[in-house]
C-alpha cells in the first residue's frame, strides 16, 4: 500500500493562530487524499475530500473558510486551520486513495492542541 | 471549550482467546467494508476487507464475517496477543471512490 506521512506529528498554538497540517503520498501519486478529524475516544469523521487541482469538497457542517485545503500537486495536499480556538483541538488525519476499488491509506495524523 | 468524548465500548480478553468485535453498519447500499485497528496516537491501520458478494473472508489470524440481512460485520481474531490492544474500526462504503463511513469503534484490552 501507499506510505502517507504528515507533519508536523503534533503542534500547539495560541487561540487565533492559524496552522497548517502537511500530508504527503512518499511512493504513490494521489489525485485524491481525504482529511478526517477525530476527538479523543471517538471514531474519524471525514471533513473534506481533496482532488488535486481542483476545490475540496467539504463535509456538511465543516466551514470551508476556516478549514483551508490545497491538494497542489498528486504527493502533497495540505490543510490550514484559521483562527484556531480550543474547540478546535483534535487528531487530524489524512488518508490517500489507492488504485484499487475505494482503497485508502492513512497518515499517522496530527495532533492539534489549541490554548 | 473541549467537546466529552463518548465512552468507546471495550472488550477484554486473555491472551490467547480469540476476539470477536462487532458493527452494525448503517447503508444497506454499502458493498465495500473494511476492519482497520487503530492504536493510540497513531492513523488507522488496514486489517482486512470484504466486498458485498461475499459473507466471509479470511486473513492471517483474522476472519470478517459479513451479514447483509441483518447488516452486521465481525471481526474475528484468533489466538489474540497483547500486540492486538488497539481500537478497532470498521468502516463502509459504496461505489467507486464513495466515501468511507466509519463505525464507533470498539477498545480491545488484551491481558497477559
Known amino acids: 500500500g501507499a506510505v502517507v506521512s504528515q507533519h508536523p506529528s503534533w503542534v500547539i498554538c495560541k487561540s487565533g493562530t492559524s496552522v497548517k497540517i502537511e500530508c504527503r503520498s512518499l511512493?504513490?501519486?494521489?489525485?485524491?487524499m481525504f482529511w478526517y478529524r477525530q476527538f479523543p475516544k471517538q471514531s474519524l469523521m471525514l471533513m473534506a475530500t481533496?482532488?488535486?487541482?481542483?476545490?475540496?469538497?467539504?463535509e456538511q457542517g465543516v466551514e470551508k473558510d476556516k478549514f483551508l485545503i490545497n491538494h497542489a500537486s498528486l504527493t502533497l495536499s495540505t490543510l490550514t486551520v484559521t483562527s484556531a480556538h480550543p474547540e478546535d483541538s483534535s487528531f487530524y488525519i489524512c488518508?490517500?486513495?489507492?488504485?484499487?476499488?475505494?482503497?485508502?491509506?492513512f497518515g499517522p495524523g496530527t495532533r492539534l492542541t489549541v490554548l | 471549550g473541549e467537546s466529552v468524548g463518548l465512552h468507546l465500548p471495550t472488550l477484554s480478553v486473555q491472551e490467547g482467546d480469540n476476539s470477536i468485535i462487532n458493527c452494525a453498519y448503517s447503508n444497506s447500499a454499502s458493498d465495500y467494508f473494511i476492519w482497520y485497528k487503530q492504536e493510540s496516537g497513531k492513523g488507522p491501520q488496514f486489517i482486512i476487507d470484504?466486498?458485498?458478494?461475499?459473507d466471509k473472508r479470511q486473513g492471517q489470524r483474522v476472519t470478517v464475517l459479513l451479514n447483509k440481512t441483518v447488516k452486521h460485520l465481525s471481526l474475528q481474531i484468533a489466538a489474540t496477543q497483547p500486540g492486538d490492544s488497539a481500537v478497532y474500526f470498521c468502516a463502509e462504503t459504496f461505489g467507486q471512490g464513495g466515501k468511507l463511513i466509519f463505525g464507533q469503534g470498539t477498545e480491545l484490552s488484551v491481558k497477559p
Open positions: 488518508s490517500v486513495s489507492g488504485i484499487s476499488y475505494n482503497e485508502q491509506f
Open positions: 511512493d504513490f501519486q494521489a489525485t485524491t
Open positions: 481533496s482532488n488535486e487541482g481542483s476545490k475540496a469538497t467539504y
Open positions: 470484504i466486498r458485498s458478494n461475499m
